[in-house]
């Protein structure tokens, strides 16, 4: 415990020094792409928009267990999803994607528009910011790097939105039952570790001066 305590504080003193920046790698948002993001906030939550604007309530945390930046960035790339991804495929042939993917070497990356929506957890797209992490294998684990390149994200995020929540993407059919919950299709979940308990911990600690709202306990299914 000791360690770990002395370890995030060496996390916080790096990331306040560390000046970082953005870099513009947008992907693919063309006609296409558009139109299956309306329909997406249509067909499973309801939402009647002229435009894919969402109002940021929350960030939820990714790896993408892909071992490069190349092979993950084109991943997110196509408005389309792949035929193999058979298992969401059939709620939305929209493609994939989040907002920012961090490099292991901790280089942040926007792929799009922050307020507009990306497929990145169900249920919560209309109001979540996501953030993708190269990696996330036993070869290719998490880094140092990618942490402290999270918490500089999630405070300059924080700082521009009203961000009420900070989490991993295997927490999020804990908002089942809650108020921004809006997926309209019981059936249809994945099940999700990423980006592991210890990632989420070290960035919460590291931006608790937030004070994000506790993520909900899970819901009881009888």
């Given at each position: 415990?000791?360690?770990?305590?002395?370890?995030?504080?060496?996390?916080?003193?790096?990331?306040?020094?560390?000046?970082?920046?953005?870099?513009?790698?947008?992907?693919?948002?063309?006609?296409?792409?558009?139109?299956?993001?309306?329909?997406?906030?249509?067909?499973?939550?309801?939402?009647?928009?002229?435009?894919?604007?969402?109002?940021?309530?929350?960030?939820?945390?990714?790896?993408?267990?892909?071992?490069?930046?190349?092979?993950?960035f084109e991943a997110f790339y196509n408005s389309k999803l792949p035929d193999f991804r058979s298992e969401i495929k059939s709620?939305?042939?929209?493609?994939?994607?989040?907002?920012?993917?961090?490099?292991?070497?901790?280089?942040?990356?926007?792929?799009?528009?922050e307020t507009t929506m990306a497929r990145h957890v169900i249920g919560l797209n209309h109001c979540a910011i996501g953030i993708?992490?190269?990696?996330?294998?036993?070869?290719?684990?998490?880094?140092?790097?990618?942490?402290?390149?999270?918490?500089?994200?999630?405070?300059?995020?924080?700082?521009?939105?009203?961000?009420?929540?900070?989490?991993?993407?295997?927490?999020?059919?804990?908002?089942?039952?809650?108020?921004?919950?809006?997926?309209?299709?019981?059936?249809?979940?994945?099940?999700?570790?990423?980006?592991?308990?210890?990632?989420?911990?070290?960035?919460?600690?590291?931006?608790?001066?937030?004070?994000?709202?506790?993520?909900?306990?899970?819901?009881?299914?009888?």
């Amino acid at each position: 415990m000791r360690y770990f305590t002395v370890f995030i504080s060496f996390l916080l003193l790096m990331s306040c020094a560390t000046s970082k920046k953005i870099v513009e790698r947008p992907i693919t948002f063309n006609e296409e792409r558009n139109q299956l993001t309306l329909e997406y906030l249509s067909s499973r939550y309801g939402l009647e928009q002229e435009s894919p604007f969402i109002t940021p309530k929350m960030i939820v945390l990714h790896w993408t267990e892909i071992p490069t930046l190349q092979k993950s960035f084109e991943a997110f790339y196509n408005s389309k999803l792949p035929d193999f991804r058979s298992e969401i495929k059939s709620s939305s042939g929209l493609n994939v994607s989040s907002q920012f993917l961090v490099d292991q070497d901790g280089t942040i990356y926007r792929l799009m528009d922050e307020t507009t929506m990306a497929r990145h957890v169900i249920g919560l797209n209309h109001c979540a910011i996501g953030i993708e992490n190269v990696g996330g294998t036993a070869q290719t684990p998490l880094t140092k790097k990618q942490i402290m390149a999270n918490i500089w994200l999630v405070k300059y995020l924080s700082k521009k939105y009203g961000i009420e929540y900070l989490i991993g993407h295997y927490e999020y059919t804990n908002f089942e039952g809650h108020e921004l919950w809006l997926e309209k299709d019981d059936a249809y979940r994945t099940q999700k570790t990423d980006p592991g308990a210890g990632f989420l911990n070290a960035v919460k600690e590291g931006t608790k001066k937030f004070k994000f709202k506790p993520t909900p306990a899970p819901l009881k299914h009888i």
